[in-house]
């Protein structure tokens, strides 16, 4: 999707996003952020933080910077309730205003599958965590059933371009994190890949934890 109409989508929907992820989506969040292993005083990005579904499961001590291209969702994450200590920024993910290694840990949910260039954005990540980071990613992708692949195929021009529900969360309905993670050349080690598939083909899902490999 460009990057446009995606801040327009959820510009729009922002007050709706997490009453249709907690219906179609909802899945908790306190073990992605306790697979990073915070440490007090550590920095972690939260990439594309949304409505900040993250926050509340961040632990005291440590320091979240957030980051979206739509300020009304980081407005609505501005109303959680979290121990961390939490700065919001504006920025765009292909572009992520900051320095080389700035960061201990890095966080993404449900991100890469509405980028057009997700391995870009991957890559950006990388850039701005240190190495050694963890990097820990919640998202919709691809079924590695053929079967329900076919039905994804089906859905996957309106998810993309009308939403579901039709003008609303938009994605790659065949997200394929097999090519992003083991065929992209990414400087990654693959720590934990866990692949949620269900005969449902709105609900296959990932939840991977990956180490910063670069020199």
């Given at each position: ?101 700035s ?55 309106a ?6 529900p ?48 670069k020199?």
């Open positions: 999707m460009k990057i446009d109409n995606l801040i327009e989508t959820y510009e729009q929907m922002a007050v709706d996003y997490e009453a249709i992820v907690r219906r179609y989506w909802h899945i908790e969040r306190e073990p992605l952020i306790a697979s990073l292993q915070l440490k007090p005083g550590q920095t972690v990005l939260d990439v594309a933080l949304g409505t900040g579904l993250n926050l509340p499961a961040y632990p005291e001590g440590v320091s979240v910077v957030g980051v979206d291209l739509s300020e009304k969702m980081m407005d609505e994450a501005r109303k959680k309730r979290v121990s961390a200590d939490v700065t919001f920024k504006i920025s765009d993910i292909y572009n992520l205003d900051f320095p080389d290694n960061f201990d840990a890095a966080v993404s949910g449900f991100t890469f599958c509405i980028l057009e260039h997700p391995v870009c954005a991957f890559q950006e990540i990388l850039r701005v965590t240190k190495p050694g980071a963890f990097i820990a990613i919640l998202d919709y992708c691809k079924s590695q059933d053929p079967e329900i692949q076919k039905w994804q195929e089906l859905i996957a021009d998810a993309l371009h009308q939403g579901f039709t003008g609303k969360i938009m994605w790659d309905a065949l997200m394929d994190y097999d090519e992003l993670i083991y065929n992209s050349k990414l400087s990654i080690e693959v720590l934990t890949d866990d692949r949620t598939e269900s005969p449902n083909p709105f609900s296959c899902g990932c939840q991977l934890l990956v180490k910063n490999s020199a």
